[in-house]
């Protein structure tokens, strides 16, 4: 039987508390790594780490998912601050940019998610929408909303029909980096996956996976990360 593959995935670093500690903590939400094994794979945490090793770690990694989570800090895309901006994760930022140029550079397959799709495309020199409105449900509620698939894209030869997605942003792509290409569209026009136009496998979608039963654009990582 062959090996699964290992996925990295990306972690928060918050304050947490549990039993009598309050520190701060590398966290994932439980349903990221239970996503990847449903999809095939096996899941390993990275929790930031400094830039400088994440060629390293990528490496001993068969591909790479980046976590949801905090906005990118516009200064990452040359962009003034919105008000409505959350407050910067700059370690974050700079090791999961570090991962995602080193997964590019080696050829492993990423997947960005929320966060991850858009720090992919900063990552190539893309740029972000700041705020948008009716992509939440209200505070700590996931929206449903539509996603259509580009025709001829990789993301649609995954998913070739339109698809109701958990969605939990303001952010959205605004100019696509280098070398990727829109693969899927909300309703208002929303940029909502991107992939690379290349032969390599990278792929971003804005919407969460992991809070629905839809394991087809992290089955098509885990083939990716098989072969």
Not at 50 to 78: F, N, S, T
Request: hydrophobic share 45%; aromatic share 4%.
């Amino acid at each position: 039987m062959p090996a699964k593959p290992l996925i990295g995935i990306t972690t928060y670093l918050d304050p947490a508390k549990w039993g009598v500690w309050d520190m701060r903590a590398a966290l994932l939400p439980e349903v990221y790594p239970r996503l990847v094994r449903a999809a095939g794979g096996i899941a390993a945490m990275l929790p930031p780490d400094v830039p400088d090793v994440a060629a390293e770690v990528v490496a001993r990694l068969d591909g790479l998912v980046v976590a949801g989570g905090a906005d990118v800090d516009p200064a990452r895309y040359g962009a003034e601050r919105d008000p409505r901006t959350g407050p910067p994760a700059a370690e974050r930022d700079a090791w999961e940019l570090a991962l995602i140029g080193a997964a590019l550079a080696a050829g492993t397959p990423v997947l960005g998610i929320c966060r991850g799709m858009q720090l992919l495309n900063v990552a190539l020199g893309g740029t972000l929408v700041q705020h948008i409105d009716g992509h939440t449900g209200g505070l700590g509620v996931f929206a449903r909303h539509t996603v259509k698939p580009v025709p001829g894209t990789r993301y649609e030869a995954l998913v070739p029909d339109a698809t109701t997605v958990p969605a939990y942003h303001h952010q959205a792509v605004d100019r696509l980096g280098d070398g990727l290409t829109a693969s899927a569209h909300a309703e208002d026009g929303t940029v909502e996956a991107i992939e690379s136009a290349g032969a390599g496998w990278a792929m971003g979608v804005q919407w969460h996976p992991e809070m629905g039963e839809d394991l087809r654009v992290v089955e098509g990582l885990v083939a990716a990360a098989s072969s």
